[in-house]
């Protein structure tokens, strides 16, 4: 994983007009072709940020859904943010999770089970803080995006 003092430009760079154009439409494929290299263990991002594949029901079809993200580590639980490299929706996985709370993850090959929650209002602020301190500026997504970004604590069960 990228090492903290080099997270800050790298974040930079994620936060630029060009990779929020670009991301949604190269990321994916990344993804897709390290999931094929690497049998699915480790998302292209883990190299970078600490990183999850959610598995979801889709809120909507009911069917199974899956999704590489970044995540902030907070003790046991792990935070997600969706930012949907600020784009003006929200990504289909914050309505998976919203009507379908129940769901399992991947970390690093390890399958664990866990609970959804959106992050309550009261808690955002001091929530924001620690999803900063794992990637520097992240919070401006939220300013790109003109939205608030829905933040989920996923607790294991």
Same mark, same amino acid.
């Given at each position: 994983?990228?090492?903290?003092?080099?997270?800050?430009?790298?974040?930079?760079?994620?936060?630029?007009?060009?990779?929020?154009?670009?991301?949604?439409?190269?990321?994916?494929?990344?993804?897709?072709?390290?999931?094929?290299?690497?049998?699915?263990?480790?998302?292209?991002?883990?190299?970078?940020?600490?990183?999850?594949?959610?598995?979801?029901?889709?809120?909507?079809?009911?069917?199974?859904?899956?999704?590489?993200?970044?995540?902030?580590?907070?003790?046991?639980?792990?935070?997600?943010?969706?930012?949907?490299?600020?784009?003006?929706?929200?990504?289909? +996985?914050?309505?998976?999770?919203?009507?379908?709370?129940? !769901?399992?993850? #991947?970390? &690093?090959?390890? /399958?664990?089970?866990? $609970?959804?929650?959106?992050?309550?209002?009261?808690?955002?602020?001091?929530?924001?803080?620690?999803?900063?301190?794992? +990637?520097?500026?992240?919070?401006?997504?939220?300013?790109? !995006?003109?939205? #608030?970004? &829905?933040?989920? /604590?996923?607790?294991? $069960?």
């Amino acid at each position: 994983m990228l090492p903290r003092f080099l997270r800050p430009p790298v974040a930079w760079v994620s936060r630029t007009r060009v990779f929020r154009r670009m991301g949604p439409r190269v990321m994916p494929r990344l993804e897709r072709a390290t999931r094929f290299l690497n049998r699915g263990r480790t998302p292209i991002s883990g190299a970078i940020v600490p990183s999850l594949v959610l598995h979801s029901i889709g809120a909507r079809s009911g069917e199974p859904r899956r999704t590489e993200l970044m995540y902030c580590p907070d003790g046991e639980d792990m935070l997600i943010t969706g930012s949907n490299f600020a784009g003006d929706r929200h990504p289909g +996985w914050t309505a998976n999770l919203a009507a379908h709370p129940e !769901a399992f993850v #991947e970390v &690093r090959g390890r /399958r664990i089970d866990v $609970r959804a929650t959106r992050v309550p209002p009261e808690e955002r602020e001091a929530t924001w803080a620690l999803l900063e301190r794992n +990637w520097p500026g992240y919070r401006k997504y939220e300013v790109a !995006a003109g939205r #608030e970004l &829905r933040i989920f /604590r996923l607790t294991p $069960r």
